[in-house]
Protein backbone atom coordinates (compact mmCIF):
# COMPACT_ATOMS: atom_id res chain seq x y z
CA UNK A 1 0.00 0.00 0.00
CA UNK A 2 2.81 2.23 1.38
CA UNK A 3 4.46 1.95 -2.65
CA UNK A 4 1.34 2.32 -4.43
CA UNK A 5 0.95 5.60 -2.34
CA UNK A 6 4.51 6.93 -2.96
CA UNK A 7 3.88 6.17 -6.87
CA UNK A 8 0.91 8.13 -6.82
CA UNK A 9 2.21 11.28 -5.19
CA UNK A 10 5.28 11.18 -7.76
CA UNK A 11 2.78 10.65 -10.82
CA UNK A 12 1.96 14.43 -9.96
CA UNK A 13 4.90 15.87 -9.76
CA UNK A 14 5.61 18.52 -12.47
CA UNK A 15 7.78 17.20 -15.87
CA UNK A 16 9.88 19.68 -17.66
CA UNK A 17 7.93 21.25 -20.30
CA UNK A 18 8.28 18.93 -23.43
CA UNK A 19 8.49 20.65 -26.89
CA UNK A 20 6.18 18.38 -29.05
CA UNK A 21 6.26 17.63 -33.24
CA UNK A 22 3.44 17.65 -35.13
CA UNK A 23 3.44 15.73 -38.17
CA UNK A 24 0.46 14.31 -41.16
CA UNK A 25 0.47 11.02 -39.60
CA UNK A 26 1.75 11.99 -36.02
CA UNK A 27 1.42 14.55 -32.64
CA UNK A 28 4.51 13.43 -30.70
CA UNK A 29 5.69 14.73 -27.23
CA UNK A 30 7.65 13.30 -24.88
CA UNK A 31 9.23 14.53 -21.20
CA UNK A 32 11.58 14.09 -18.71
CA UNK A 33 10.48 15.11 -15.22
CA UNK A 34 14.01 16.17 -14.49
CA UNK A 35 16.04 18.67 -15.80
CA UNK A 36 19.47 17.25 -14.40
CA UNK A 37 22.11 15.03 -16.02
CA UNK A 38 22.24 11.57 -14.47
CA UNK A 39 19.01 11.86 -12.50
CA UNK A 40 16.19 9.52 -11.31
CA UNK A 41 13.39 10.90 -13.48
CA UNK A 42 9.59 9.87 -14.41
CA UNK A 43 8.74 10.37 -18.23
CA UNK A 44 5.48 11.60 -19.54
CA UNK A 45 4.63 10.07 -23.46
CA UNK A 46 1.91 11.17 -25.20
CA UNK A 47 0.82 9.85 -29.11
CA UNK A 48 -1.60 11.36 -31.44
CA UNK A 49 -1.64 8.87 -34.54
CA UNK A 50 -3.16 10.31 -37.86
CA UNK A 51 -4.41 9.53 -41.32
CA UNK A 52 -2.01 11.66 -43.65
CA UNK A 53 -4.32 11.30 -46.15
CA UNK A 54 -7.90 12.32 -43.84
CA UNK A 55 -7.51 13.46 -40.76
CA UNK A 56 -11.43 12.50 -40.35
CA UNK A 57 -10.73 9.05 -41.50
CA UNK A 58 -9.62 5.93 -38.98
CA UNK A 59 -5.10 5.73 -39.17
CA UNK A 60 -3.61 2.60 -40.19
CA UNK A 61 -3.21 0.27 -38.02
CA UNK A 62 0.66 0.22 -36.66
CA UNK A 63 2.84 -2.95 -37.04
CA UNK A 64 5.61 -1.43 -35.31
CA UNK A 65 6.14 1.17 -32.90
CA UNK A 66 9.57 2.50 -31.90
CA UNK A 67 10.22 5.54 -29.05
CA UNK A 68 13.95 6.55 -28.94
CA UNK A 69 14.54 8.38 -25.28
CA UNK A 70 16.67 10.52 -25.47
CA UNK A 71 20.06 9.59 -26.30
CA UNK A 72 21.83 8.20 -23.13
CA UNK A 73 18.99 7.80 -21.14
CA UNK A 74 18.88 4.52 -18.81
CA UNK A 75 15.71 2.15 -18.53
CA UNK A 76 17.07 0.00 -15.66
CA UNK A 77 14.73 -2.85 -15.30
CA UNK A 78 16.85 -4.31 -12.30
CA UNK A 79 17.07 -1.32 -10.18
CA UNK A 80 13.15 -2.32 -9.28
CA UNK A 81 11.18 -5.05 -8.16
CA UNK A 82 10.13 -6.98 -11.32
CA UNK A 83 6.49 -8.81 -11.89
CA UNK A 84 7.00 -12.29 -13.34
CA UNK A 85 3.39 -13.38 -13.42
CA UNK A 86 2.33 -15.06 -16.61
CA UNK A 87 -0.36 -13.03 -19.10
CA UNK A 88 -3.45 -15.04 -18.12
CA UNK A 89 -2.72 -14.53 -14.52
CA UNK A 90 -2.47 -10.98 -15.13
CA UNK A 91 -5.74 -10.92 -16.56
CA UNK A 92 -7.25 -13.01 -14.28
CA UNK A 93 -6.36 -11.24 -10.64
CA UNK A 94 -5.02 -7.54 -11.76
CA UNK A 95 -2.35 -5.70 -10.54
CA UNK A 96 -2.46 -7.67 -7.62
CA UNK A 97 -0.73 -10.63 -9.73
CA UNK A 98 2.45 -8.17 -9.60
CA UNK A 99 4.61 -7.15 -6.76
CA UNK A 100 3.40 -3.38 -5.98
CA UNK A 101 6.58 -1.87 -6.16
CA UNK A 102 6.64 -3.47 -10.06
CA UNK A 103 4.36 -0.83 -11.28
CA UNK A 104 6.12 1.93 -12.60
CA UNK A 105 3.38 3.41 -14.75
CA UNK A 106 -0.25 4.14 -15.76
CA UNK A 107 -2.15 5.33 -18.69
CA UNK A 108 -4.98 5.29 -21.28
CA UNK A 109 -5.06 4.28 -24.74
CA UNK A 110 -7.84 4.86 -27.47
CA UNK A 111 -8.53 3.27 -30.55
CA UNK A 112 -10.58 3.32 -33.57
CA UNK A 113 -12.97 0.34 -34.28
CA UNK A 114 -15.13 1.94 -36.79
CA UNK A 115 -18.16 -0.23 -34.87
CA UNK A 116 -20.18 3.11 -34.02
CA UNK A 117 -21.27 5.00 -30.91
CA UNK A 118 -21.57 1.69 -29.07
CA UNK A 119 -17.59 0.95 -29.46
CA UNK A 120 -16.34 4.06 -30.39
CA UNK A 121 -14.19 5.67 -28.71
CA UNK A 122 -12.54 2.52 -27.02
CA UNK A 123 -10.43 3.43 -24.34
CA UNK A 124 -7.95 0.98 -22.19
CA UNK A 125 -6.69 2.34 -18.67
CA UNK A 126 -3.29 0.73 -18.77
CA UNK A 127 -1.32 -0.18 -15.60
CA UNK A 128 2.64 -0.39 -16.41
CA UNK A 129 4.95 -3.03 -14.53
CA UNK A 130 8.49 -3.53 -14.85
CA UNK A 131 8.96 -6.53 -16.67
CA UNK A 132 13.17 -6.86 -15.91
CA UNK A 133 13.59 -6.34 -19.81
CA UNK A 134 10.60 -4.98 -20.92
CA UNK A 135 7.30 -2.80 -19.97
CA UNK A 136 4.12 -4.82 -19.28
CA UNK A 137 1.34 -3.72 -19.94
CA UNK A 138 -2.52 -4.46 -18.47
CA UNK A 139 -5.14 -3.21 -20.22
CA UNK A 140 -8.69 -2.63 -18.68
CA UNK A 141 -11.34 -1.53 -20.87
CA UNK A 142 -12.94 2.30 -19.03
CA UNK A 143 -16.73 1.58 -19.94
CA UNK A 144 -17.16 -2.15 -18.81
CA UNK A 145 -13.77 -2.78 -16.81
CA UNK A 146 -13.02 -5.74 -18.94
CA UNK A 147 -9.29 -6.49 -18.55
CA UNK A 148 -8.62 -6.90 -22.45
CA UNK A 149 -5.07 -7.61 -23.00
CA UNK A 150 -1.46 -7.88 -21.65
CA UNK A 151 0.70 -6.05 -24.03
CA UNK A 152 4.68 -6.48 -23.99
CA UNK A 153 6.77 -3.50 -24.64
CA UNK A 154 10.78 -4.67 -24.96
CA UNK A 155 13.55 -2.41 -23.48
CA UNK A 156 15.65 -2.97 -26.81
CA UNK A 157 18.31 -0.79 -25.85
CA UNK A 158 19.22 1.69 -22.62
CA UNK A 159 17.61 4.06 -23.84
CA UNK A 160 14.59 2.64 -26.98
CA UNK A 161 11.27 0.90 -26.17
CA UNK A 162 10.21 -1.30 -29.62
CA UNK A 163 6.97 -3.06 -29.90
CA UNK A 164 5.49 -5.24 -32.72
CA UNK A 165 1.42 -4.40 -32.04
CA UNK A 166 -0.57 -7.73 -33.13
CA UNK A 167 -3.87 -6.84 -34.71
CA UNK A 168 -6.77 -6.01 -32.78
CA UNK A 169 -10.29 -6.90 -33.92
CA UNK A 170 -12.22 -3.92 -35.44
CA UNK A 171 -15.31 -3.06 -37.67
CA UNK A 172 -15.74 -3.97 -41.40
CA UNK A 173 -13.77 -3.57 -44.25
CA UNK A 174 -10.71 -4.30 -42.23
CA UNK A 175 -12.22 -5.76 -39.13
CA UNK A 176 -9.03 -4.30 -37.64
CA UNK A 177 -8.93 -1.39 -34.91
CA UNK A 178 -6.55 1.01 -35.09
CA UNK A 179 -4.57 3.11 -32.15
CA UNK A 180 -5.80 6.96 -32.13
CA UNK A 181 -4.24 7.83 -29.00
CA UNK A 182 -1.38 6.68 -26.18
CA UNK A 183 -0.90 8.57 -22.99
CA UNK A 184 1.89 7.01 -20.16
CA UNK A 185 3.32 8.51 -17.19
CA UNK A 186 6.38 6.58 -15.68
CA UNK A 187 6.62 7.87 -12.34
CA UNK A 188 10.07 9.12 -11.06
CA UNK A 189 12.13 6.26 -9.50
CA UNK A 190 15.69 4.92 -10.25
CA UNK A 191 14.11 2.90 -12.96
CA UNK A 192 14.51 5.67 -15.33
CA UNK A 193 17.89 7.55 -15.20
CA UNK A 194 18.50 11.01 -17.19
CA UNK A 195 21.53 11.06 -19.59
CA UNK A 196 24.70 12.04 -18.32
CA UNK A 197 25.23 15.45 -19.89
CA UNK A 198 22.87 18.18 -21.79
CA UNK A 199 23.61 19.95 -25.16
CA UNK A 200 24.46 23.31 -25.01
CA UNK A 201 21.40 24.10 -26.73
CA UNK A 202 19.99 22.84 -23.48
CA UNK A 203 17.10 20.11 -25.25
CA UNK A 204 17.41 16.59 -24.98
CA UNK A 205 15.69 15.23 -28.17
CA UNK A 206 13.74 11.93 -28.78
CA UNK A 207 12.48 10.31 -31.57
CA UNK A 208 9.24 8.03 -32.88
CA UNK A 209 9.05 6.13 -35.91
CA UNK A 210 6.63 3.66 -36.55
CA UNK A 211 5.42 1.32 -39.49
CA UNK A 212 1.73 0.85 -40.54
CA UNK A 213 -0.23 -1.70 -42.22
CA UNK A 214 -0.35 -0.38 -45.24
CA UNK A 215 3.41 -0.59 -45.83
CA UNK A 216 4.68 3.18 -44.74
CA UNK A 217 6.68 4.50 -41.97
CA UNK A 218 6.76 7.62 -40.34
CA UNK A 219 9.05 9.50 -37.62
CA UNK A 220 8.24 12.77 -35.61
CA UNK A 221 10.43 14.06 -33.32
CA UNK A 222 10.23 15.92 -29.48
CA UNK A 223 12.65 17.88 -27.41
CA UNK A 224 12.28 18.40 -23.06
CA UNK A 225 14.43 20.97 -21.54
CA UNK A 226 17.81 20.07 -18.99
CA UNK A 227 20.05 21.96 -17.20
CA UNK A 228 23.12 23.27 -19.19
CA UNK A 229 26.43 23.26 -16.91
CA UNK A 230 27.35 27.32 -15.97
CA UNK A 231 30.18 26.70 -17.27
CA UNK A 232 28.41 25.99 -20.75
CA UNK A 233 25.70 28.69 -20.54
CA UNK A 234 28.33 31.24 -19.82
CA UNK A 235 30.17 30.97 -23.51
CA UNK A 236 28.94 33.89 -25.87
CA UNK A 237 26.34 32.96 -28.34
CA UNK A 238 27.18 32.14 -31.76
CA UNK A 239 27.14 33.97 -34.83
CA UNK A 240 26.70 32.41 -38.14
CA UNK A 241 29.45 33.79 -40.78
CA UNK A 242 27.33 31.53 -43.60
CA UNK A 243 27.16 32.56 -47.14
CA UNK A 244 25.56 30.04 -49.60
CA UNK A 245 25.22 30.82 -53.54
CA UNK A 246 22.04 29.18 -54.61
CA UNK A 247 22.00 28.28 -58.61
CA UNK A 248 19.15 30.60 -60.84
CA UNK A 249 16.92 29.33 -63.54
CA UNK A 250 18.68 30.79 -66.59
CA UNK A 251 17.61 34.80 -67.53
CA UNK A 252 16.95 36.04 -65.19
CA UNK A 253 16.12 39.57 -64.15
CA UNK A 254 15.97 39.84 -60.73
CA UNK A 255 16.01 38.39 -57.65
CA UNK A 256 14.38 39.08 -53.89
CA UNK A 257 15.68 37.33 -51.35
CA UNK A 258 13.50 36.52 -48.66
CA UNK A 259 14.79 35.33 -44.61
CA UNK A 260 11.59 33.90 -42.98
CA UNK A 261 9.68 35.64 -44.94
CA UNK A 262 10.84 39.07 -44.74
CA UNK A 263 13.11 40.56 -48.00
CA UNK A 264 16.91 40.72 -46.94
CA UNK A 265 17.98 41.73 -50.33
CA UNK A 266 17.44 42.53 -53.67
CA UNK A 267 19.89 41.64 -56.78
CA UNK A 268 19.86 42.78 -60.25
CA UNK A 269 20.76 40.49 -62.89
CA UNK A 270 22.90 38.41 -60.72
CA UNK A 271 24.02 36.09 -63.11
CA UNK A 272 24.22 32.17 -62.66
CA UNK A 273 24.13 31.94 -58.63
CA UNK A 274 22.75 34.38 -56.03
CA UNK A 275 24.68 34.93 -53.28
CA UNK A 276 22.90 35.09 -49.74
CA UNK A 277 24.31 36.27 -46.54
CA UNK A 278 23.40 34.65 -43.52
CA UNK A 279 26.38 36.24 -41.57
CA UNK A 280 25.43 37.27 -38.07
CA UNK A 281 22.40 35.29 -37.16
CA UNK A 282 22.45 32.99 -34.02
CA UNK A 283 22.33 29.30 -34.26
CA UNK A 284 19.05 28.32 -35.93
CA UNK A 285 17.19 27.12 -38.67
CA UNK A 286 16.23 29.32 -41.60
CA UNK A 287 14.00 29.44 -44.58
CA UNK A 288 15.42 31.49 -47.54
CA UNK A 289 13.26 32.12 -50.58
CA UNK A 290 14.00 33.59 -53.67
CA UNK A 291 11.87 35.47 -55.89
CA UNK A 292 13.38 35.05 -59.32
CA UNK A 293 11.66 37.33 -61.85
CA UNK A 294 12.38 36.57 -66.05
CA UNK A 295 10.69 37.42 -68.75
CA UNK A 296 8.63 34.48 -69.19
CA UNK A 297 7.83 35.35 -64.79
CA UNK A 298 8.45 34.57 -61.76
CA UNK A 299 9.79 31.52 -60.01
CA UNK A 300 10.09 30.53 -56.45
CA UNK A 301 13.15 28.82 -55.01
CA UNK A 302 13.13 27.70 -51.20
CA UNK A 303 16.11 26.61 -49.06
CA UNK A 304 16.18 26.22 -45.28
CA UNK A 305 20.00 26.29 -44.08
CA UNK A 306 21.39 25.68 -40.73
CA UNK A 307 23.68 28.23 -38.72
CA UNK A 308 26.18 27.08 -36.02
CA UNK A 309 25.84 23.59 -36.77
Request: proline share 10%; net charge positive; with cysteine.
Amino acid sequence: MRALLVLAVLALLPTAVARAESTPAADFELGLGSREPAASTGVTLRITFKNPDDPNAAPSPQRKVTIELPRGTRIDGTKVPVCTAPDPQLQAQGAEACPAASRVGKGTVTLRTDGGPAFDPFVDDVDIFNGGKELIELFTHQRSGLRTAVGHRPITSPDTLSESAPPQPGAPPDFESSVTNLSFDLARSAFITTPPSCPGDGQWRSRLTFDTADGHTYTAAAATPCAVPAAASAKPACRSRRTVAIRLPRHARRVTVLLDGRVRATLRRPGARAPVSLRGLPRGTYTVTLVVRRAAGSVRLTRRYRTCA
